[in-house]
């Protein structure tokens, strides 16, 4: 019997390749609105950050989502998804 290949992801904040079911997807649909995919499944762009404060912050810091977006972030934006990975 074949073994399923697990998908890989970057963590935005760390670095590290990890199980995609291990990070928490961030999305930004065709309006330009960021947000956390829980699901996995919204259409739109995501970036793949660690289930932890500290790799967001990181990736805020690095300047890493507005890179991985190609779009300026407001702060409000980055307070609910620490707001949301908090409440996880």
Do not use: H, W
């Amino acid at each position: 019997m074949k073994t399923r290949k697990i998908s890989q992801r970057m963590c935005i904040g760390c670095g590290e390749m990890k199980p995609k079911k291990e990070l928490i997807r961030i999305v930004k649909n065709k309006e330009g609105e960021v947000s956390i995919d829980k699901v996995g499944k919204k259409p739109g762009r995501g970036a793949y950050v660690c289930n932890s404060i500290e790799c967001l912050e990181k990736g805020i810091k690095s300047r890493r989502v507005e890179r991985s977006f190609k779009m300026k972030i407001d702060q409000e934006i980055y307070d609910k998804l620490k707001e949301e990975i908090i409440n996880e």
